[in-house]
Each structure stands twice: as structure tokens, then as C-alpha cells.
């Protein structure tokens, strides 16, 4: 690594060995020969070939762009790592970024190579939203998607290429809630402001560019504290120089050995952080205005905000002490996936309560809770229609033991048995949430549950317990609306199996709730159903479950039926076949 001046302020882009780009001649018939570096060019002696610039930047040159992107900081995550220091000293955002710009080049491999100008930047963008890591992997999302938003519609000219630059730098800066300079922004406001006064010449905006990232990246150690406590560029900026400095090479057919990335030089003894405890990621299905909301309430809750996206997918990041209300505050905008928490200062985070294997179950009614409780599982109650908050859920977890087993029971809850399952990871309990879908699937996964077998296995049993259970309900409709059996209305009494209605008993032709329930068995049945498990509700009439008992000893007096009080609300019979 070259030696640095005294002053970071005047660092400046060193000459490096150039080699031969990661790619042959294109279809176009540029020649790859040799070259200088970015900043200085000069003619080919005679009888070498001529590297030629591109005219405009076109959907193979992004697919380039966007794979030497992700080479490029790969081989340079370590160092970039190494200068992490802000918002947290956590040493990840080389390896954040270099998988970030992955996430988008592997979307782009997925496109036709014909694809247009418009797909491949809105693929780029998409897939940089959904692989983005850590504070500054959003931000430069963020920033693609600026990007993308002008270049999908344009030829890719130097003019279109310095709009791009422009809008990638606004739309950055707006999408953190309190903005810091000495850190990526800066470098990507000194790229727009460079390129204005540059000529609609694709290359010359792109050395202009890199060359401003990287005296802008110099700049980054005296404008925070942090930084220069610890003699480091930032990492987050350097990153994006090297991303910069990429696009500059390929639009100018100039490729070097490795990028700089400026290594520490002095080093203080860090001051005591003050930072929140939980680093805070997920992806967002929501309107703009839940979003609007979701900003005001996490920016309450901690710092290094940003949510970036738009078009109903979001990808939000946040530092908080409480990762169960950033992830709740989610749950109210829209519906969160792919949660994930890390421990910011994971030593003093620990809880520890439960030993050994667990399993958690959720439950609606009272004598649902006992059922589990029975059967050894810690249970989690819930209101019928509702979810249990992820405070509760998580408390569990560590109640549970060290090797623990969620059962929701519920699509519903699902969401939140995996956000508590990811808080408890990061504290060292291994966690897997079952797909249980319904209470008789808990049940069915909890009666095969054996603490003695290997956890994997243990894991593998209860899952292929639970699928192999069929479930069903019914209840009674008290509004009218369009189901997949057709329209109810308040009254009609409801027969659903696995999910879906699956048929519907009409009041107005006097269908007891008794009738739609045995038809509901029957059609569960099959050849090889060996346990029917009837789960009572708090509304159900006397006769509701020895009807269906009756029925089915009639009709298949090989199967066994047991019969439960669960006092749910709600739903007057639940049906299990195993």
C-alpha cells in the first residue's frame, strides 16, 4: 500500500500498474492494450492498440460496472473493514458494500443479455435494495436508485450520466434522517458538484467524478471527530470511491491492479460509546405514507437512520436499544421480512435464563396454553385475531433453554417468532422457528419432540410432523365478503381447510354449524390418516364435537379421535388429521 502524506486532507489518487481489463474486446471492437491511469491520459505509442472511451454508457457497460464493482471490493473489503470505525466500530462495511454491489451484479446475471437500457438499471437497482447490508450498503442503494431513476430512460451520454450523479446524491442525502458529513454523502454531493462544470463527454464526467471522490475521501478525516481520534478515512466513503473510480474505468477503458484504500495511521484510545446496542435491517412491503410515519417513529427510537426505496418495497436500517420496538414499528407500517438484528456490543447484551432444549408454543385460549404447558412447552398467550407483542416471544426464547423450538401456530405470528428468534441468535441461543400454521400442527410437532435426539434432528421430525398435519375450522361469518368458496354473508357458517374456505353453510337455508364441520372432517380425510384431534372453542354448541366424533366412527373407525377443550375464541371447533 502506498505511504500516505502527513495530511489526510492531501491525499490524491496515486498512479497504478494498469492491467488488462477483467473482460475481452466487446462486440464493438474496442481493442484492450495499454494505458495510464484515469487522470492522466496519453496517446498509445505507435504499434500498441488504442484503448477508446465510451460514447455512452450502455446496459453491458453497467453489467461490467456492476460485476467489477463487486471483484473489486471484494479483494478490498478487508482493508475497507479496517477503517470502520463510524457510526459503530463494528468492521463490516467493506464486507457490507462488497455485498450489496454482489446483490445487484447477480441480478443483472439473471437478464437476458439483450435486455434494455431501462431494464437493466431498474434490475441494478432492485437488486442493490434487496441484497444492501449495514448503514452504508443502504446508502449506496440509495444512490444506485438515483441513479437508475434518471440513466433507465437516457442513451447514457455524459449529460445523462452527470443528471444521474446529481439525483444519486440527493436522493442519498434525503433518505438518512440526520445527515453526518465526513461520510459517504460527502464523497457522493463532491461527485455531483464536480461534474457540473464538466462537458457532456461520457469520459471526462467520469474522471471528473473519481477524481473528486477521491479528494473527497482525503477530506473525510477532518470533518469527523471520530475519524481523526482514530486515523482513518471513513470506511463507508471509501468504499464508494472505489465504486466511483470503477464506473470511471470502465467508461474509460482504463483498469488498474487495486484501488487505494488509505490505511490507518494513528490511532487513539476510543472513547466510551454512547451508540445504541442493536444494528436493525428489513425489508419493507409498504405505501409512502406508512413510511412517512415509520421515519418520524424510528427516528425516536435511535440513530443512523435510513430508509430507502420506494414503489412499496423499502429497505430500512436503524441503531436502536429496543430491536423488538424498531421491528413492532415495522410491523404497524406494513409487513417486514428478511429481519436482521446484530449485536452492536454484544458482550454486555447477553441474556442467558433457560438450559438445554425448548420449545415455545403459541397459544389462544386457555385450555389451548394448558395443552402445551402439559406437554412441557413454555407457552406465549395471545388474544384470538391477534399476535403476541415480540417482547413476550423473545422473553420465552430465553426462558426456554439454550436449543429452542418456536411454534406460532398462526401465519400471523410468524413474522414475530422469527424476529425474536433473530434477537435471540445474536445472545447465542440456536433458534428455529416451525411453520406451523394452526394449533393442531403445534400440537402434532410438540407430541414428537424429543430433548434427547440431536437438535437438527429433533428440528426435522417436528417440521415433518407438522406438515403431515391437516387443518381445518369453522366459524361463523358476521359480515359480508368474497371468499374462495364464493360470497358469505353474516350468519353463514364457514368451513375452512388448510387455509382456505372451502365451503360455505348457509343460514338462510338453516345449515347448522354441526353439518358444515363433519363435512369439513371428511373432506381432510384420506387413506392414510391415522389421528383426528377436535379442539373445542368457548362458542361451540354441545353437540358440535360428538358430532363430528360420531361421524368419523362411523365412517373410519380405524382412526383415532381425541377430543380437547381449548376455550379459543372465535372459532367454535378446530379439526387436526393426522
Known amino acids: 500500500m502506498p505511504s500516505e502524506p502527513a495530511d489526510p486532507g492531501e491525499r490524491v489518487q496515486e498512479s497504478l500498474q494498469i492491467l488488462d481489463p477483467p473482460e475481452p474486446a466487446d462486440a464493438g471492437g474496442r481493442v484492450h492494450g495499454s494505458s495510464r491511469a484515469l487522470d492522466s491520459p496519453e496517446p498509445a505509442a505507435a504499434g500498441q492498440g488504442v484503448r477508446e472511451s465510451l460514447q455512452v454508457l450502455d446496459p453491458q457497460a453497467v453489467r461490467r460496472w456492476s460485476r467489477l464493482c463487486a471483484d473489486v471490493l471484494g479483494r478490498a473489503r478487508t482493508e475497507i473493514d479496517a477503517l470502520n470505525v463510524?457510526?459503530?466500530?463494528?468492521?463490516?462495511?467493506?464486507?457490507?458494500?462488497?455485498l450489496t454491489m454482489l446483490s445487484a451484479a447477480e441480478a443483472l446475471d439473471g437478464l437476458p443479455q439483450d435486455a434494455d437500457s431501462e431494464s437493466t438499471w431498474r434490475t441494478l437497482a432492485q437488486g442493490a435494495l434487496l441484497g444492501a447490508r449495514g448503514n452504508s450498503g443502504v446508502i449506496v442503494s440509495q444512490a444506485l436508485r438515483g441513479m437508475a431513476e434518471v440513466l433507465k430512460h437516457t442513451k447514457g451520454g455524459g449529460r445523462d450520466l452527470r443528471e444521474g450523479l446529481t439525483r444519486a446524491a440527493e436522493m442519498a442525502r434525503e433518505a438518512v434522517a440526520r445527515p453526518v458529513e465526513g461520510t459517504v454523502l460527502t464523497v457522493l454531493s463532491a461527485?455531483?458538484?464536480?461534474?457540473?462544470?464538466?462537458?457532456?463527454?461520457?469520459a471526462e464526467v467520469a474522471r471528473k467524478a473519481a477524481v473528486a471522490a477521491r479528494g473527497a475521501l482525503g477530506r473525510t478525516t477532518g470533518q469527523l471527530d471520530v475519524l481523526a481520534r482514530s486515523g482513518v478515512v471513513d470506511a463507508?466513503?471509501?468504499g464508494l470511491t472505489v465504486i466511483v473510480e470503477s464506473l470511471a474505468a470502465v467508461i474509460t477503458d482504463s483498469y488498474v491492479d487495486r484501488y487505494d484504500v488509505p490505511a490507518p495511521t494513528e490511532r487513539l484510545e476510543p472513547e466510551a460509546s454512547q451508540s445504541p446496542g442493536y444494528e436493525v435491517m428489513y425489508l419493507l412491503a409498504a405505501g409512502e405514507d406508512a413510511v412517512a410515519g415509520l421515519r418520524h417513529e424510528l427516528d425516536g427510537l435511535g440513530d443512523s437512520l435510513v430508509v430507502v426505496g420506494g414503489d412499496g418495497l423499502w429497505n430500512v436500517h436503524v441503531h436502536v436499544d429496543d430491536a423488538g420496538a424498531a421491528i413492532e414499528a415495522g410491523m404497524r407500517a406494513g409487513r417486514p421480512y428478511r429481519i436482521k438484528v446484530v449485536y452492536l456490543e454484544a458482550p454486555a447484551r447477553t441474556h442467558r435464563a433457560g438450559n438445554g432444549r425448548g420449545v415455545v408454543a403459541v397459544a389462544a385460549g386457555d385450555g389451548i396454553a394448558r395443552l402445551f404447558q402439559e406437554a412441557g412447552a413454555v407457552v406465549v398467550r395471545r388474544e384470538p385475531g391477534s399476535s403476541p407483542s415480540l417482547a413476550a416471544v423473545l422473553a420465552a426464547i430465553r426462558e426456554a433453554g439454550t436449543e429452542v423450538v418456536v411454534l406460532p401456530n398462526d401465519t400471523g405470528v410468524n413474522a414475530v417468532a422469527v424476529a425474536a428468534a433473530e434477537i435471540a441468535r445474536e445472545e447465542g441461543v440456536v433458534v428455529s422457528v416451525l411453520p406451523t400454521k394452526a394449533t393442531v400442527q403445534g400440537l402434532a410437532a410438540l407430541a414428537v419432540h424429543d430433548p434427547l435426539r440431536r437438535f437438527d434432528d429433533d428440528v426435522v421430525a417436528m417440521t415433518d410432523t407438522a406438515g403431515h398435519t391437516r387443518h381445518g375450522h369453522v366459524w361463523v361469518a358476521d359480515r359480508e365478503a368474497m371468499t374462495s368458496a364464493g360470497m358469505c354473508r353474516p350468519g353463514d357458517v364457514l368451513g375452512v381447510i388448510d387455509g382456505d374456505v372451502a365451503l360455505i353453510g348457509t343460514a338462510a337455508e338453516g345449515v347448522a354449524v354441526e353439518d358444515v364441520a363433519v363435512e369439513v372432517a371428511s373432506r381432510m380425510l384420506s387413506v392414510s390418516s391415522e389421528l383426528a384431534t377436535l379442539i373445542v372453542g368457548s362458542?361451540?354448541?354441545?353437540?358440535?364435537?360428538?358430532?363430528v366424533r360420531e361421524h368419523l366412527d362411523a365412517v373410519r373407525p380405524d382412526i383415532e379421535v381425541v377430543t380437547y377443550e381449548g376455550g379459543q375464541g372465535g372459532y367454535p371447533l378446530l379439526i387436526g388429521i393426522e
Not at 191 to 202: H, I, M, P, T, Y
Not at 539 to 547: E, I, K, M, N, Q
Open 539 to 547: 362458542t361451540a354448541g354441545a353437540r358440535l364435537a360428538p358430532a
Open 86 to 98: 463510524f457510526p459503530v466500530p463494528d468492521g463490516d462495511t467493506g464486507t457490507n458494500l462488497h
Open 191 to 202: 461527485v455531483a458538484g464536480a461534474v457540473q462544470d464538466a462537458s457532456d463527454e461520457l
Open 236 to 238: 463507508g466513503a471509501a
